[in-house]
């Protein structure tokens, strides 16, 4: 079955506990990118990557890093997390950029 | 750069009404425009998606939107809506050129009542 698999889904950490979400889709996409999604904001980008060893900021990346080592896999790291970040957290692929983009089923993380 | 607006944040509608859910977008150029819907503790998924071509786009589960460029909208409509369509609503648009990003509009949230 053709999915994005975001793990894990629920999180709750402490203050400056580094973390790591991670992603990995089976499809074949060359496109990936790490949204966050905050009541009355909608989804911001964070992250995003057009292919193996290319990644790009999206409109919020302050505190978060990334890297695309392989072409399925898109982990998100949170050296340093902080109450901020608490958020829900998406994962999406496309088989390019613009792209009907395919989500994961979210990471909700809580940071005290 | 573009923007999408999405003008009402909450929708509540009795079942087997009609709905329309209002997206406006700006852009200097052309663009792709997408209806995302997300169930209560899911993930986004694909409703429907205007790339080229005709105006009237029909998706999933009996939603259509209309590309309308002299008004920069791109409205979703339902002729009767049905309880399991509650949900939330995103609106995204993406240039044609240039910029790679997608941007979402902040999102309606449709309740439909018996």
């Known amino acids: 079955e053709a999915q994005v698999t975001q793990n894990p889904r629920y999180l709750i950490t402490v203050t400056g506990k580094k973390l790591t979400v991670t992603c990995s889709q089976n499809m074949n996409h060359e496109y990936m990118s790490w949204y966050r999604q905050d009541p009355g904001l909608g989804l911001r980008q964070i992250y995003y990557s057009m292919n193996v060893e290319v990644t790009d900021k999206g409109d919020v990346p302050e505190g978060y890093k990334v890297s695309r080592k392989e072409k399925r896999n898109f982990p998100l790291i949170l050296e340093s997390p902080s109450p901020n970040q608490t958020s829900l957290y998406f994962c999406?692929?496309?088989?390019?950029?613009?792209?009907?983009?395919?989500f994961g089923n979210g990471t909700r993380l809580t940071v005290t | 750069a573009q923007s999408v607006t999405q003008l009402d944040s909450q929708v509540p509608v009795f079942e087997e009404a009609p709905v329309e859910l209002r997206c406006n977008y700006s852009?200097?150029?052309?663009?792709?425009l997408f209806w995302y819907v997300q169930y209560p503790n899911q993930g986004l998924q694909l409703l429907l998606k205007y790339l080229s071509g005709s105006t009237l786009v029909k998706g999933i589960n009996g939603f259509e939107a209309e590309f309308n460029k002299s008004q920069t909208s791109f409205h979703l409509r339902k002729p009767s809506v049905h309880i399991s369509d509650t949900a939330e609503y995103f609106c995204a648009v993406s240039d044609q050129g240039g910029s790679e990003k997608l941007v979402f509009g902040k999102g309606t949230k449709l309740t439909v009542n018996p």
């Open positions: 852009s200097s150029v052309s663009v792709y």
């Open positions: 999406a692929s496309s088989l390019r950029s613009r792209s009907p983009l395919h």
